[in-house]
């Protein structure tokens, strides 16, 4: 018997031809039986999900709703309170308008109900529906089934986990960003390929707008998750087109074919709508008060790529639920689930290099389109996490939100491989696994949207409101956690402004607030102070007593002790009013209570100064973080030092040395520094920063800071600073931030 004789027996003999049909018959029958139970199961599933939806916006979502998700409707209030889109008197911060926001879906209601938990429910319902339709209408890019497509939106309905359901539904901070993605998406892709002059017109008007208010928003986030992605996406429509170049004979040249034309068209109305949008928040910008925020990105070192590559992949699996509860017993139902879950979206990862480069050799130019959009924009966005200093990673789960929007768009990407590979193949069996084990998931304790039969835990906020308002208290003051969400919890009845303690005093928190909480005219009567007993620990209480008098009342709700003066306590407190500050001159004194990181305080013939010895390098004063109206000034430094050559720098910042205003070397020897620069808006917390590199002894005598044309000073104390006061870092100080 020959070799070739035995490979064909013991091919025969291992899978008889009959028996192969009927096993394939067998699959067949078991696929269309679990797809007969699907179709019939999931309409039932989208169902609930959107009621479970529908829950957590108007009541589920209250135990995690925060002070960063009640500012829409702070903003809401202040735009009709002030009859502009852009209150001047709000601080926005990152150039970050918020032109298509929640804010906009309560401004038509606020009218009517009080601007309270409702109206955001309210507006988180809008955002719902548009995000969830914006998924649909993408989905069609590249998945034909309907049941299919109907599944992903289930999926997002049903909340996925509480950290997706925070993102895109409750705080809604990447759900707009998702929608517009997704929009932009869509209406570039029927622009491409609409069938006459009449859709094309259109579908162009519509891609237009929608960019125009995209980067009127903020044109960085812009380019980053819509004009790149969309550049990538437009390539991958062209690619494989083999009719991209005509050949005219009777002009005897190459043309472009008309499907170029198109591709040209849209990234040139792209780029015209982004120039438009850009110079409406460039106008914008200049008229409202802005805080520039992180600043600029800056590259890690190897070792920090491969830490925050960990990070990135746990942030991912986090943001999806997928890690399994530290101390669940493994030998558990919920423990099994949790393992199943994890295995999943480890699926999932692998899966999507593999899906992308599927999709991209599909014949069909839309899936091409999709993929390209998709797959470019979540390659941008996890090399800005493994390779620089834009995740915050001491909190990688929640850091992992700039991959949302691609995330989810992966998750269609993912849908429609499952749809073409079926289950026969280990990839599209593996793909449904992924699809299956994420509608499940408002089974998973962890998905806030299970509350809807799992009962809701208490808010402690809910608490603080009605005790304060039993209290008979109206306005006051806590730190920013516990501020805006008790305004808009007890309905606008106990309004709270945030504030930050700095030299032991309270000080306004100006970030994404309203400079005219913080005056003395927004409120007459009793006002509060509420701070926890760490916070309390570090009130100078006689210094705030001296100042706005004692409390003529103190109580405890919970662990925060609330603290009740007879007035407004802005009264009393200098650097509150902005318009109060613009009319005294600043100076920044030299005294016992000057911050330094290095040296030490001097009193020598009624006068203080700051000294610091040869060898010792770092910043011999920093602070007072001043409210600085917009204007021209100059800074004087009276600097002795001993060191032969440059001894140092002093410099005026703002951003906790983000944002450096000015600044000029210190030569050695005795020196008055005197340093012009103009400011060109009102800046909050802005330092004046005295360098010593150590080559010699350095004492400071005096800083004086004087508005253009001012000859003499007055001394108010410090304004505002970080709620830590933080020292600036050392590895910074040759080289300072800018």
């Avoid at 780029?271 to 992180?294: F, K, P, Q, R, S």
């Avoid at 991912?316 to 994890?342: C, D, K, N, W």
């Avoid at 402004?497 to 909480?517: A, I, K």
């Avoid at 010895?613 to 409210?627: E, I, K, N």
Wanted: neutral net charge; aromatic residues 10%; proline residues 6%.
């Amino acid at each position: 018997m020959t070799d070739e004789s035995v490979r064909h027996g013991l091919q025969d003999h291992a899978v008889p031809p009959a028996s192969r049909a009927e096993s394939e018959t067998y699959v067949d029958a078991l696929v269309g039986y679990a797809a007969r139970i699907g179709k019939t199961l999931l309409p039932l599933l989208f169902l609930f999900s959107m009621v479970a939806l529908v829950y957590y916006l108007f009541k589920g979502y209250l135990p995690e709703f925060h002070s960063d998700s009640a500012v829409k409707n702070l903003l809401a209030g202040e735009v009709l309170r002030e009859g502009s889109y852009f209150p001047h008197d709000w601080n926005y911060v990152n150039g970050d308008l918020w032109v298509v926001f929640g804010q906009a879906f309560i401004i038509p209601f606020l009218p009517f109900l009080p601007n309270g938990f409702m109206l955001h429910g309210i507006s988180g319902l809008v955002s719902a529906l548009i995000l969830l339709s914006s998924l649909w209408w993408a989905s069609s890019m590249l998945i034909t089934s309907r049941w299919i497509r109907l599944l992903v939106v289930t999926i997002f309905a049903g909340g996925v986990h509480w950290l997706m359901a925070e993102h895109l539904f409750g705080q809604v901070s990447y759900g707009n960003v998702l929608f517009l993605c997704a929009l932009t998406l869509c209406t570039g892709w029927r622009l491409l390929e609409a069938p006459g002059p009449r859709p094309l017109l259109g579908w162009s008007a519509a891609f237009i707008g929608i960019n125009v208010l995209t980067f009127w928003g903020n044109p960085q986030r812009a380019a980053a998750y819509d004009f790149l992605p969309m550049a990538a996406g437009v390539l991958a429509w062209l690619w494989g087109r083999s009719d991209l170049m005509m050949w005219k004979p009777g002009a005897r040249r190459w043309a472009g074919s008309p499907a170029l034309h198109r591709a040209v068209l849209l990234m040139g109305l792209m780029a015209i709508a982004g120039a438009i949008g850009t110079l409406l928040h460039a106008h914008a910008v200049a008229v409202v008060n802005n805080a520039e925020g992180a600043g600029s990105a800056r590259y890690l070192s190897f070792d920090g790529f491969l830490t925050n590559l960990k990070f990135t992949v746990m942030g991912i699996l986090g943001t999806f639920g997928a890690l399994p509860h530290e101390g669940l017993r493994v030998m558990s139902a919920a423990g099994a689930y949790q393992a199943a879950r994890f295995a999943s979206l480890l699926v999932f990862l692998v899966l999507l290099p593999f899906v992308a480069a599927w999709l991209l050799r599909s014949a069909s130019s839309s899936a091409r389109m999709f993929a390209g959009f998709t797959f470019s924009g979540l390659l941008v966005f996890v090399f800005l996490q493994v390779t620089t200093t834009t995740p915050d990673m001491s909190g990688p789960i929640v850091s992992a939100r700039y991959m949302v929007p691609s995330l989810v768009l992966g998750v269609v990407a993912l849908a429609a491989y499952a749809e073409q590979r079926g289950v026969r193949r280990l990839g599209g069996f593996a793909a449904w696994g992924v699809l299956l084990m994420l509608a499940s998931s408002l089974v998973d304790p962890a998905n806030s949207f299970a509350r809807i039969y799992r009962g809701l835990p208490p808010s402690p906020h809910q608490t603080q409101a009605a005790e304060l308002e039993r209290h008979g208290l109206s306005y006051g003051y806590a730190t920013f956690w516990n501020a805006n969400v008790i305004s808009v919890i007890s309905e606008g009845k106990v309004r709270v402004r945030p504030v930050l303690l700095v030299d032991g005093l309270p000080s306004p928190h100006r970030h994404l607030s309203s400079n005219q909480w913080f005056r003395p005219s927004a409120w007459q009567g009793k006002t509060f102070l509420m701070l926890s007993a760490e916070e309390l620990a570090g009130l100078d209480r006689p210094r705030l007593e001296r100042a706005v008098g004692v409390p003529v009342e103190t109580f405890r709700i919970g662990d925060q002790e609330v603290l009740v003066f007879a007035g407004n306590i802005a009264a009393g407190l200098q650097g509150w009013d902005m318009a109060r500050t613009r009319s005294y001159s600043l100076a920044i004194p030299l005294n016992a209570q000057s911050r330094h990181e290095i040296g030490q305080v001097v009193e020598e013939g009624g006068t203080t100064r700051l000294r610091a010895d040869a060898g010792q390098a770092g910043y011999l004063h920093f602070g007072p973080y001043l409210f600085l109206p917009e204007g021209s000034y100059q800074l004087t430094a009276d600097v002795q030092s001993s060191a032969q050559g440059d001894a140092g720098m002093v410099e005026v910042v703002a951003d906790e040395g983000r944002r450096v205003l000015a600044k000029a070397a210190i030569p050695g020897g005795s020196a008055s520094v005197v340093l012009p620069f103009a400011n060109p808006q009102d800046t909050d917390l802005v330092e004046v920063r005295v360098f010593t590199n150590g080559n010699g002894l350095m004492e400071l005598r005096s800083l004086q800071l004087l508005p253009e044309g001012k000859a003499s000073l007055a001394l108010p104390a410090p304004a505002t600073a970080p709620a830590s006061a933080p020292l600036p870092a050392r590895q910074e100080s040759a080289v300072p931030a800018g």
